[in-house]
């Protein structure tokens, strides 16, 4: 099947330190959506890109859609410890059904105060 | 509270057995998703089924099954249990106009077979 490749894997750092992941596929996607899963509960979505080159923040949050629609990135500014969580990517394929999502095997965040 | 209810939030079964995972959407939505997390393949799309209907189908073995009721709420049967088959379960839902873009999950069920 469809493959996202997602790093790192893991992330060990220190609170207020700023964070970099990404997302990349061979294949064209849509859409980008970047998601955080605290433990026992499902993903909650964090931020949404729809076009090529978009670029979106949500607080902290930034995160943008690749210019080929092949890969995207999540950049968390200034970590502090509620950040801790998995964090997963996952993109709409071109051509693909609607509503069906790819995702990444996920970033586990983990923050030391 | 995301809104989207699953039932049970725990089942410990043995292999060879068959059970029965519950979800209940969002109000006002018509689109049912199922996932299965593991520790070693990620969240993997099963089934989605939209008002009812069976809408578009992912990596979900024969011995999976699902359907969505009148009422909307949905149900994954799963049968002829492996160990392999132990994994968090989870049901999203989506309103009709926004497809992937509003998916709101629920909290899993997590399923272990022994």
């Known amino acids: 099947g469809q493959q996202l490749n997602q790093s790192p894997q893991s992330m060990f750092i220190q609170e207020g330190e700023d964070v970099s992941m990404n997302c990349t596929s061979s294949s064209i996607f849509n859409t980008w959506l970047w998601y955080k899963q605290d433990p026992g509960e499902g993903p909650v979505l964090l931020i949404a890109l729809y076009k090529a080159g978009e670029l979106t923040s949500n607080g902290r949050l930034t995160a943008q859609f690749g210019i080929t629609r092949k890969d995207s990135f999540l950049n968390i500014s200034a970590s502090i410890p509620s950040d801790v969580g998995i964090y997963f990517c996952?993109?709409?394929?071109?051509?693909?059904?609607?509503?069906?999502?790819?995702f990444g095997k996920g970033t586990k965040l983990s923050v030391k105060p | 509270d995301s809104g989207v209810t699953q039932t049970p939030k725990h089942l410990i079964t043995a292999t060879g057995q068959r059970v029965t995972l519950r979800c209940s959407p969002r109000s006002g939505d018509l689109s049912v998703y199922w996932y299965q997390q593991s520790l070693d393949q990620g969240l993997q799309f099963l089934i989605q089924?939209?008002?009812?209907?069976?809408?578009a189908k992912g990596n979900i073995l024969e011995r999976f099954s699902a359907q969505q009721f009148p009422d909307l709420h949905s149900e994954l049967n799963l049968s002829s249990l492996e160990l392999g088959d132990s994994a968090l379960y989870f049901c999203a839902s989506s309103e009709p106009s926004q497809g992937a873009y509003g998916y709101t999950f629920g909290s899993g069920t997590r399923l272990t077979v022994v």
């Open positions: 996952a993109g709409q394929l071109s051509g693909g059904s609607q509503g069906n999502l790819i």
């Open positions: 089924y939209y008002n009812g209907e069976e809408r």
